[in-house]
């Protein structure tokens, strides 16, 4: 009997007592894993809070611009000018309204790791998917294997949403959602073409003004 055994203890008893410090040590490192992601992703958000911030703000200063000059214009041209102006200024709110969404989400970094560590507690859903898995496998040949085999696939597809919409429902973990920081991604390319294009546009209808 070895030292850490303890006297009148069962072969099953120690069994499971060796599983239960297994799965505390598991459960040890999960959490310092998610500490640390949390912590990466909050020194992530802090390096791209300002580039965030000016991509945002680009296409306001030309919109406001492209508003004030339809204002002075009047009329349906005046009317005109004052939707390309907010149509143009919707990205670069976008932006920063999504911004705010990530500063949210690190602050306090704490939370953000709470809410790693429920979003990546899926062992059910692992479980799921070992089904899902064996379905496939086990399917056989013929019709009735190719059915099989379509249940397995459709249960696995299930499951990936189920994971998705789990993400998807905790607030602080859904803006670092790789679709969504994609989304975050094409709509800062929208801002700085809208900017582009709101210039432009400014520019042209000072023109008009100076006509009018």
Known sequence: MSAADTPGESRFDRWRRTAEAAAASAGETRARVVRDLAAALAVLVRRVRIPLFVVGLLPLTPALMLALEGLAVGGRSGVFFLVLALLGAWPGLWVLWRRRRLLRAIDPVDELAAELAQA???AGAWAKAGDAL?????AGPGLRGAG???RGVWA?????RELFDRFSDLPRVAPFLPVSLQFTGYLCLASLVSTVVLVALAVAGFGVVLVT
Request: zero cysteines; a positive charge; proline letters at 0%.
């Open 156 to 160: 696995g597809v299930q499951l990936t």
């Open 134 to 138: 064996q379905r496939v496998r086990g």
């Open 120 to 122: 990546y507690d899926v």
């Open 148 to 150: 099989r085999a379509a």
